[in-house]
């Protein structure tokens, strides 16, 4: 059996980073950036006001309550001509530019006006600056906004236009092709023949892939047949960025998965030391990355965790392919044989009062027991061993 980092080591040095190319904003969620993003000036790009309200001169407030001159409205969007003078104010919409001579804000709620516009009362003094978001407060020109290697979430695609970067350079989506293998799969919603399951991995696959900011391609069911798996292989890799089967990389005799793979691929068969998800047929079919992950419904969902998602993340361009667990607390006995492997349970998760995760299993822990994966929220991580008892320190991968 190989050890799990030096399966997953095997899985990173083939998967390479996408290529840079410029996508537009809105479709650049969940993507990284590919080189560093500056802003050309500052944001906000001028001073404005975070209040409705009074553009005024502070000293003019000094012996509040007091009453200005009315000489004058800016909407937000509105070029700030009019210039308050000693004794004036302007009536002021949020995000509207500050008007030449005034120095502070007075929010709308503090005054009121005269039933012809023409003055204001203020009832309080307000210092130098008061609701007066200065220019470049947020971002200054020049600065470095986002390192390249940031993964976009929706925050920073609106930061990416508030600096005028309507095209964003990333990393490419990948495009991940899903294939089930299995002679007694089903993928429609009617009664079963006998010996017959529904396709769950597939499913499963793709909204794993999907959820991580990939594309992914739906590729079908494919019989336990070699050469209809070898054809759905070469279509896949020329296709696909990186292609994801579960089914057929075990030891039995219609496990063409591995076969097919050895014969056109760079193909490497594992026997990791982890359970479950023992067997891994992973290597490059024409350069592109082949997962080739067992067919058990959990075996394929946690070989996915520790395998295809940092193979993903590496191509995405994340800067730490492999997401880096948690420390919680056993919240009861996991106990185990040793067997040289390493085992990753199904547990849910509380918050303890000291804030610490404590995990308990989350149901059986068969590899078919897809239900308990469902009802988990990680997989905690066991060393070989005798198992850890309630209250040791356990480690946790969170889902
Ligand atoms: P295999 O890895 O092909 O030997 O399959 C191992 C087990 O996983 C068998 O019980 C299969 O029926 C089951 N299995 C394989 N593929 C799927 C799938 N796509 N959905 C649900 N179960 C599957
Ligand atoms: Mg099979």
């Known amino acids: 059996m190989i050890p799990l980092e030096e399966a997953r080591a095997f899985v990173l040095s083939k998967c390479k980073v996408g290529e840079l190319v410029l996508v537009p904003v809105d479709d650049a969620s969940d993507l990284v950036t590919a080189a560093d993003l500056a802003a ?23 012996d509040a309550p007091v ?30 530019p500050i008007p030449p001579g005034a120095d502070a804000i007075v929010m709308v709620e503090l005054t009121s006006m005269s ?10 003094s307000v210092p130098v600056g008061n609701h007066i978001r200065p ?58 023949g006998i010996g017959q399951i529904h396709d769950s991995n597939r499913h499963t696959l793709l909204a794993l892939v999907r959820g991580m ?7 079908g069911l494919v019989p336990d047949d070699e050469d209809l798996i070898r ?12 292609v994801i089967t579960s089914g057929g990389v075990s030891m039995g005799d219609f496990d ?28 490059t079919v024409s350069g592109t990355p082949v997962f080739g992950l067992p067919g058990n419904p959990v075996s394929s969902m946690v070989s996915f965790e520790l395998f295809a998602r940092p193979g993903i993340r590496k191509i995405m361009g994340h800067a730490q392919p492999v997401v880096p667990s948690i420390t919680g607390v056993a919240g009861a006995d996991m106990v185990r044989r ?62």
């Open 40 to 62: 050309a000036g500052p944001i906000p790009p001028f001073d404005n006001t975070a209040m409705d309200g009074f553009a005024i001169r502070s000293a003019d407030l000094a």
């Open 67 to 96: 009453t200005l001159r009315m000489v004058g409205t800016i909407a937000a969007g509105a070029v700030p001509d009019i210039e308050v003078g000693p004794g004036e104010a302007v009536r002021i919409m949020t995000g509207a």
């Open 115 to 124: 039933s012809d516009e023409t003055t204001v009362d203020v009832t309080r």
């Open 135 to 192: 220019m470049g407060d947020d971002v200054t020109p020049g600065q470095l906004v986002f390192p390249a290697g940031t993964p976009l979430r929706p925050a920073h695609l609106g930061v990416c236009t508030s600096i005028g970067i309507y095209d964003v350079p990333v990393h490419a989506r990948p495009r991940v092709g899903v294939i089930s293998t299995g002679d007694e799969l089903v993928d429609e919603p009617r009664p079963l």
């Open 213 to 219: 900011g990939a594309t992914g391609i739906d590729l």
């Open 231 to 242: 054809q759905a292989m070469v279509d896949a890799a020329a296709t696909c960025d990186a």
């Open 256 to 283: 063409y998965v591995k076969k097919v793979l050895t014969e056109i691929g760079d193909m490497r068969w594992m026997q990791v030391a982890i359970k479950p998800a023992k067997p891994l047929a992973f290597g």
């Open 338 to 399: 040793p067997d040289g492997k390493t085992h990753f349970a199904r547990v849910s998760t509380t918050i303890r009062s000291d804030g610490r995760y404590e995990a308990s299993f989350s149901g059986g822990q068969g590899s078919h027991q897809l239900s308990a994966m469902a009802a988990a929220n990680a997989l905690a991580v066991i060393p070989d061993g005798d198992g850890v008892v309630e209250g040791d320190p356990v480690d946790l991968l969170l889902l």
